[in-house]
C-alpha cells in the first residue's frame, strides 16, 4: 500500500509556466482522500515552495534548497544546514567579482547579488521571490546569518 508521495518541482510536478496542471492537482487530492502524505524535494527555498503549492494549504513537508532545510506540514523548521558567514564569505572572496555572477541563495528565504545587472534577468524570471542587491555582499551575509 502507498502511505507517501515524493515529489520535485521544476520539470516533475510543474509544468513550464510553473504550475501544476489540473489532472496531478486531482491526483494529490486524491491520494490525500486516501491517507497519503505528499514530501516535497526541491532545489527551492521554501518560501517557493509555499507559492507554489498553495492548493494544498501546508499539507505537505519540504525538504527545500537541495536539502538545506526540512519544513514540516505547519511549515515549522524542523531542520537546517548551512555554510558558517566565514565559509561562505571566503567562498564569495574566491571566485572574484567578474567570473561569475555573484548570487548568494540564502537559508533566510532571500535572494541576493552584488549588482543587479541584465545579467540576473533570466535568474529573476525563474524564482518566484525578489532579488536584493547588497554592494557589499560579504555584508549581507553577516546579516543574514545573525537575523
Not at 508521495?5 to 489532472?23: F, H, K, P, Q
Amino acid at each position: 500500500m502507498i502511505k507517501l508521495i515524493v515529489s520535485d518541482l521544476d520539470g516533475t510536478l510543474l509544468d513550464r509556466e510553473r504550475r501544476i496542471n489540473e489532472r496531478d492537482l486531482y491526483a494529490i487530492n486524491k491520494a490525500y482522500d486516501y491517507g497519503m502524505d505528499l514530501r516535497i524535494a526541491s532545489g527551492r527555498m521554501n518560501s517557493e515552495i509555499q507559492i507554489l503549492l498553495k492548493p494544498f494549504a501546508n499539507q505537505y513537508y519540504a525538504v527545500g534548497q537541495n536539502g538545506a532545510t526540512i519544513h514540516v506540514h505547519d511549515q515549522v523548521l524542523l531542520a537546517s544546514s548551512e555554510f558558517s558567514p566565514e565559509l561562505s564569505t571566503r567562498l564569495l572572496q574566491a571566485i572574484g567579482r567578474n567570473d561569475f555572477i555573484q548570487f548568494i541563495h540564502s537559508t533566510n528565504d532571500l535572494y541576493y547579488v552584488r549588482e543587479w545587472n541584465e545579467a540576473i534577468v533570466p535568474y529573476e524570471a525563474r524564482i518566484m521571490t525578489a532579488i536584493s542587491s547588497h554592494a557589499d555582499l560579504e555584508g549581507a551575509i553577516t546579516i543574514t546569518k545573525a537575523a
